[in-house]
């Protein structure tokens, strides 16, 4: 129990190292991103941390695994190289120890990420697409500047915003203009005033011009009417709809369709926990390096090796969702397969002997 509370040891400190680099680059590239879209009043600002927490919950179903195979790799080589596996090897261990600490270890984090995959990742995914619907329904005051073009692009037009002057505090704007554009038809408000209010019924941030006039015209007949308003509330052009989306649905609506772009989401779901496992055992070979190699030798190897495991996986996926091969069988599990071949041809009884007299 000493010896195997001391690998899992070496793997864990790095483990938790790797996660912590990978989730802080994962949040800056997000933080970037995001920022961006506030600045064009396309986020509210207020939005942006809990977008990226949703974003990191959906990522952590690719950022566990890599951090896995990478720690296994950094933790047993830097054994090899100090030649503790040799010493270990000389005093009768067997070279099954590291792969049941391994496997024990990826096993308890495989479950992890399946549960995350199946039911966590789906819900944070549905949240954040709830969050982003609510951003695009208009702009906040409180987010805009003055002097400067707004534009939201939406599916059947765009709308444009624009004020010479605002009140922050007082959530006033002043010489404001709006165009709305429909296909061929255009509407334009101008207005002396504006600010938000709050709509008892759908609970939206709605504009509210303060006298102005509206004026509706199409590019082919030019201006056809004219409106002087006291006050007009502008609604969005349609009701905000629930869409569907596949990687936000449930499992069992997944696993009874015959789309196959949903029946290869499903497969990828329950693919995940095993790709962790497998991942992880790939690591343990990937790991053996000779003290002239170096500490990070092996880690560009790995790296390269879940580049091309991740990516054979997307061309998977693609290949069920346009139907060039059976959603069943192979489905997306035929690069589980190579992997798992593999790994039995390195831990075939004979090469394990082979490598235990090498050590």
């Avoid at 195979?69 to 590291?98: D, F, N, Q, W, Y």
């Avoid at 500047?145 to 007082?170: H, Q, T």
């Amino acid at each position: 129990m000493l010896l195997e509370r001391y690998l899992a040891r070496e793997i864990l400190k790095p483990f938790l190292g790797i996660c912590a680099i990978l989730i802080t680059m994962f949040v800056s590239f997000n933080w970037v991103r995001f920022l961006g879209r506030a600045v064009e009043a396309q986020l509210p600002s207020s939005m942006i941390f809990t977008l990226i927490i949703f974003k990191v919950i959906i990522a952590l179903e690719v950022l566990l695994p890599v951090a896995l195979l990478l720690s296994i790799v950094l933790g047993l080589g830097r054994l090899h190289l100090e030649l503790e596996m040799t010493a270990l090897s000389a005093c009768g261990v067997s070279p099954l120890k590291p792969v049941k600490v391994v496997f024990l270890f990826a096993l308890a984090l495989s479950l992890l990420v399946a549960c995350i995959s199946l039911f966590i990742r789906p819900w944070a995914y549905q949240q954040s697409y709830d969050l982003q619907a609510k951003a695009d329904t208009g702009f906040r005051v409180s987010d805009l500047e003055a002097g400067r073009f707004y534009e939201r692009k939406k599916n059947d037009g765009s709308f444009v915003l624009f004020m010479k002057d605002i009140d922050v505090k007082e959530g006033r704007m002043k010489q404001v203009f709006v165009q709305t554009e429909k296909g061929d038809n255009i509407r334009i408000l101008s207005a002396k005033e504006g600010y938000e209010r709050r709509d008892p019924v759908t609970n939206q941030m709605l504009p509210v011009l303060v006298d102005g006039y509206e004026y509706k015209l199409s590019r082919h007949e030019g201006i056809n009417r004219i409106t002087a308003f006291n006050e007009l509330t502008i609604f969005p052009s349609e009701k905000q709809s629930v869409y569907y989306t596949r990687k936000a649905s449930p499992n069992s609506l997944l696993a009874n369709s015959s789309n196959p772009k949903e029946f290869a989401e499903f497969q990828w779901r329950l693919s995940t926990g095993l790709s962790t496992l497998l991942l992880a055992l790939l690591g343990i070979p990937l790991s053996r390096a000779t003290p002239r190699q170096g500490k990070y030798a092996k880690i560009f190897v790995a790296v390269i090796a879940f580049a091309i495991y991740y990516n054979l996986g997307a061309i998977a996926m693609t290949w069920v969702e346009q139907g060039i091969v059976d959603p069943l069988f192979p489905g997306i599990w035929w690069v589980n397969g190579i992997l798992i071949m593999a790994l039995l041809i390195y831990y075939w009884p004979p090469t394990l002997i082979r490598l235990r007299r090498t050590s």
